[in-house]
T-cell receptor
Framework: QKEVEQDPGPLSVPEGAIVSLNCTYSNSAFQYFMWYRQYSRKGPELLMY????GNKEDGRFTAQVDKSSKYISLFIRDSQPSDSATYLCAMSRMNTGFQKLVFGTGTRLLVSP | NAGVMQNPRHLVRRRGQEARLRCSPM?????VYWYRQLPEEGLKFMVYLQKENIIDESGMPKERFSAEFPKEGPSILRIQQVVRGDSAAYFCASSNYRDRGHEQYFGPGTRLTVT
């Protein structure tokens, strides 16, 4: 079983829709939860991160973490065609040293005009 | 805006040759991470380096792969005697200091093709 599970999609939505992207994980030691956006043939771009449980909002993006369910979500409001990309969740443990990121396989999102 | 830089962007090698991938971290960042992305798979951690030190290489294959981050110059990921299974996208990320290691910023990647 993978440490982080993510539905590969593709997820197709019309422009303006609210998008929900999700990951589940198995390791309760994860404390930091990140969302990256990756356009085709490009490097991942850090969108936002959350420490422990709770919500975090940044513009049209909201990240939620439910540690009791080992479930994290990214919501995108008023989705735009430019949001079409692969969205990767990533997690890391609370170490005193460096933090190795463990990634999901990514969900491909397609927003049609 | 000097982000993480990687070169070359594309690299083609024949089986048995050596591949050298370079990474220059963001300005002010002294922590470098290498990840590999195989087709249809997520990014997998390979190695974490600080200047002149390998801190953790638990994700590196035991043979043929090595990494360095010298005092001067970019970080180098070296793959000796490449095989077809090494074909992948290799990404470098950097962070500014250890306690913010979860904020990793990625370069554009080097796509290695082994023929």
């Amino acid at each position: 079983q993978k440490e982080v599970e993510q539905d590969p999609g593709p997820l197709s939505v019309p422009e303006g829709a609210i998008v929900s992207l999700n990951c589940t994980y198995s390791n309760s030691a994860f404390q930091y939860f990140m969302w990256y956006r990756q356009y085709s043939r490009k490097g991942p771009e850090l969108l936002m991160y959350t420490y422990s449980s709770g919500n975090k909002e940044d513009g049209r993006f909201t990240a939620q973490v439910d540690k009791s369910s080992k479930y994290i979500s990214l919501f995108i409001r008023d989705s735009q065609p430019s949001d079409s990309a692969t969205y990767l969740c990533a997690m890391s443990r609370m170490n005193t040293g460096f933090q190795k990121l463990v990634f999901g396989t990514g969900t491909r999102l397609l927003v049609s005009p | 805006n000097a982000g993480v830089m990687q070169n070359p962007r594309h690299l083609v090698r024949r089986r048995g040759q050596e591949a050298r991938l370079r990474c220059s971290p963001m300005k002010g960042h002294s922590h470098v991470y290498w990840y590999r992305q195989l087709p249809e798979e997520g990014l997998k951690f390979m190695v974490y380096l600080q200047k002149e030190n390998i801190i953790d290489e638990s994700g590196m294959p035991k043979e043929r792969f090595s990494a360095e981050f010298p005092k001067e110059g970019p970080s180098i990921l070296r793959i000796q005697q490449v095989v077809r299974g090494d074909s992948a996208a290799y990404f470098c990320a950097s962070s500014n200091y250890r306690d913010r290691g979860h904020e990793q910023y990625f370069g554009p990647g080097t796509r290695l093709t082994v023929t």
